[in-house]
């Protein structure tokens, strides 16, 4: 499994920002996929996640209604709309074929859509930072 996550930067509250994420190494298509963020101290939080063919999508309470995520299959790619951002988005956020069930705290982790086992093969992430 190879993810590179991509798009983030530093904008201000109520701004967008659109991440995206190249998938290599496995077979993309086949699998849930998730974007998951990381504040420092607080372990991993997942944001979002969408089915195999893209047609229903779910959403962490804080961000619903204004994060979309979506999926080309063709290109293995993934992608999360962000408008509305607020200060607390400010966050490392990473793709994964993970599960929406991740457990947070130090220590926390995310189940792999692919083996069920806790998952490790995380990215580089990008940084979203939110301030005015």
């Known amino acids: 499994v190879h993810l590179v996550e991509s798009g983030g930067g530093s904008v201000q509250p109520g701004g967008s920002l659109r991440l995206s994420c190249e998938a290599s190494g496995f077979a993309f298509s086949s699998f849930y996929m998730s974007w998951v963020r990381e504040f420092p101290g607080r372990g991993m939080e997942w944001v979002s996640g969408i089915t195999r063919d893209g047609r229903d999508a779910t959403y962490d309470y804080s961000v619903q209604g204004r994060f979309t995520v979506s999926r080309d299959n063709t290109k293995d790619m993934l992608y999360l709309q962000m408008n509305n951002l607020r200060s607390e988005d400010t966050a490392l956020y990473y793709c994964?074929?993970?599960?929406?069930?991740?457990?947070?705290?130090?220590?926390?982790?995310?189940?792999?859509?692919?083996?069920?086992?806790?998952?490790?093969?995380w990215g580089p992430g990008t940084q979203v930072t939110v301030s005015s």
């Open positions: 994964a074929p993970v599960l929406n069930d991740c457990t947070g705290g130090p220590g926390g982790y995310c189940r792999s859509a692919i083996t069920g086992t806790p998952y490790n093969m």
